[in-house]
Nanobody
Framework: VQLQASGGGLVQPGGSLSLSCEAS????????MAWYRQPPGKRRELVAR?????????DYTDSVKGRFTISRDNAKNTLYLEMNSLKTEDTAVYYC???????RGQGTQVTVSS
């Protein structure tokens, strides 16, 4: 599966951004997708993940609960991350990942700064 991420950019604290990740290739094999991020000088961390089964189960890391929303559009083979009430500590390179595989989109930079 090939993953193409887009979105990101520079936003002020309290602002919003949206990320997208379009999948191509063996789409039928996708079970769970996730967004990870790697802040400057820190280790990569899981942000949120979502099942591509009919239930669309989601879970989030505590620091983004209530602010970020992960979703998917199976018809468009696209994963999304809606980010609201952004904080400076959300600054990172964000990656979309097919969980359980080495499939990963190119990183997209999110910078939250005044």
């Amino acid at each position: 599966v090939q993953l193409q991420a887009s979105g990101g950019g520079l936003v002020q604290p309290g602002g919003s951004l949206s990320l997208s990740c379009e999948a191509s290739g063996s789409i039928w094999s996708i079970k769970t997708m996730a967004w990870y991020r790697q802040p400057p000088g820190k280790r990569r961390e899981l942000v949120a993940r979502i099942s591509f089964a009919s239930d669309g189960t989601t879970d989030y890391t505590d620091s983004v609960k209530g602010r970020f929303t992960i979703s998917r559009d199976n018809a468009k083979n696209t994963l999304y991350l809606e980010m609201n009430s952004l904080k400076t500590e959300d600054t990172a390179v964000y990656y979309c990942v097919r969980v359980g595989t080495s499939d990963r989109g190119q990183g997209t930079q999110v910078t939250v700064s005044s």
